[in-house]
């Protein structure tokens, strides 16, 4: 599909972040510019822009001579990334619990209801969309846009690595557990626990990857 000159290479950002995003364009895959423009039926100009988005957003990596690779996420990325966003995160779940009125409260009462029947039913699709859902919610309500912003790039990186620690043993019931102490400290307007148990949460989301992936491991070698 033709894409039109409106702001164009952001179009085109947005489109080649969601292949990137939908493994269409899979991690360590090169970017043939010629082909890619090609398919796109733009010119290198707005192409080569959008390829700088990305780069900066951490999703491309640039190699001088070479060009544009999608950016692998490493075990070693994930160990430093999780201690960032747990902080970051954690801090938001402070403020929220200080600016949040009832009626937001409430809203995510119905959305934490949501999540635990998703758990019950064992809808793991379900419940990551939920769990996203949520997650969002508690950053908005921090209403800090620095926050909002370090934390939106950072998670770029890690849907990179395309996720699923809750397939870790009992890691569904943990998850939903973390969840509700963080909800819980946000209803008692208590922006310490409410910090502590969100930075808990994703703490424990890095353990679980990291036994999802000694797992997988274990399986290649038997």
Same mark, same amino acid.
């Given at each position: 599909m033709r894409l039109v000159a409106n702001s164009l290479h952001h179009e085109v950002a947005a489109t080649l972040r969601e292949q990137i995003f939908a493994g269409t364009l899979a991690p360590g895959s090169f970017l043939d510019e010629g082909a890619l423009c090609q398919r796109l039926e733009i010119s290198r100009t707005p192409l080569r822009e959008a390829l700088k988005v990305l780069t900066a957003e951490g999703l491309l990596r640039h190699e001088p001579r070479r060009g544009c690779f999608v950016s692998e996420v490493t075990e070693r990325d994930l160990d430093e990334i999780f201690p960032v966003i747990a902080l970051l995160e954690g801090r938001c779940a402070f403020e929220a619990a200080?600016?949040?009125?009832?009626?937001?409260?409430?809203?995510?009462?119905?959305?934490?209801?949501?999540?635990?029947? =998703?758990?019950?039913?064992?809808?793991?699709?379900?419940?990551?969309?939920?769990?996203?859902v949520i997650h969002e919610a508690i950053i908005t309500l921090a209403d800090n846009r620095w926050l909002a912003q370090v934390i939106g790039d950072l998670r770029k990186i890690l849907k990179l690595a395309?996720?699923?620690?809750? =397939?870790?043993?009992?890691?569904?019931?943990?998850s939903l557990s973390e969840h509700l102490a963080v909800f819980a400290a946000l209803k008692a307007r208590d922006s310490a626990g409410a910090e502590a148990a969100m930075r808990t949460h994703l703490t424990r989301q890095r353990e679980a990857l990291r036994e999802v992936a000694q797992q997988q491991k274990l399986r290649l070698m038997s």
């Open positions: 200080r600016n949040a009125s009832d009626a937001e409260l409430r809203e995510l009462d119905v959305l934490h209801d949501k999540l635990a029947r =998703h758990a019950k039913a064992r809808r793991i699709t379900d419940y990551y969309a939920t769990n996203h395309r996720l699923q620690q809750l =397939h870790a043993p009992g890691r569904l019931e943990q």
